[in-house]
């Protein structure tokens, strides 16, 4: 499950980063890109106790 839902967000957004990579450049989005995966990691560690209730 969890790696259909990897390879589906990465499909969806590719339109995304190719329209930001069109009109803002490939630094800019790649900057964005990584400020974004770097707060998702660092928001998501607060939350590794509760993955079970996200399961049930």
């Known amino acids: ?7 589906g967000s990465t ?4 339109v995304l980063a190719g329209v930001l990579t069109d009109s803002l450049g490939i630094r ?12 998702g990691m660092f928001i998501s560690s607060f ?3 509760s993955v ?5």
């Open 1 to 7: 499950m969890m790696m259909s839902l990897a390879i």
């Open 11 to 14: 499909f969806l957004f590719s």
């Open 28 to 39: 800019i989005t790649t900057l964005i890109g990584g400020a974004l995966s770097t707060a």
């Open 47 to 49: 939350f590794a106790d």
């Open 52 to 56: 079970s209730v996200w399961q049930g």
